[in-house]
């Protein structure tokens, strides 16, 4: 008879090992895929708010980033991206110096490139891109 529940409290041990390491595994996996997966669906939000004419953002994303502009003269290139057609946007620092020598506003349009250029940069600053509802920040 002992060896009976000595079986069966082995069978309990290995079933409650084999769900911590099934545990783990889905925490692990979660960690590296949720934040994919959920802006996949905060996409699929903004797409159908679109196509159902309720008001989203028209700006998606803004990135800023350090461009040689002669051989020691340095720029910073930010890049607006925009989802509606017509969307006047403007560029403005927020955090740290420089100049915008483009156009501080102009119409943006989707899949062409909206450039703005921020010539005399500190080293570190925060560019806002705002318009068509919403607005976007990105550091250099």
Not at 8 to 34: C, D, S, T
Not at 58 to 74: E, K, L, M, N, P
Not at 104 to 127: M, N, Q, Y
């Amino acid at each position: 008879m002992p060896s009976s529940y000595a079986a069966r409290g082995q069978g309990l041990v290995e079933y409650a090992l084999l769900m911590v390491l099934v545990a783990v595994a889905v925490i692990g996996v979660m960690r590296e895929l949720g934040p994919a997966i959920s802006e996949f669906y905060g996409e699929a939000v903004d797409a159908l708010q679109i196509l159902g004419g309720s008001p989203a953002e028209a700006i998606v994303g803004v990135s800023a980033r350090w461009q040689r502009y002669y051989w020691f003269w340095w720029r910073v290139r930010v890049e607006v991206e925009v989802n509606q057609p017509d969307t006047d946007v403007t560029v403005d620092i927020t955090e740290g110096s420089g100049t915008v020598v483009s156009p501080a506003s102009k119409t943006c349009e989707p899949d062409v490139e909206c450039l703005f250029l921020i010539r005399w940069p500190s080293h570190h600053g925060t560019v806002r891109a705002s318009g068509g509802g919403g607005e976007k920040t990105a550091d250099w």
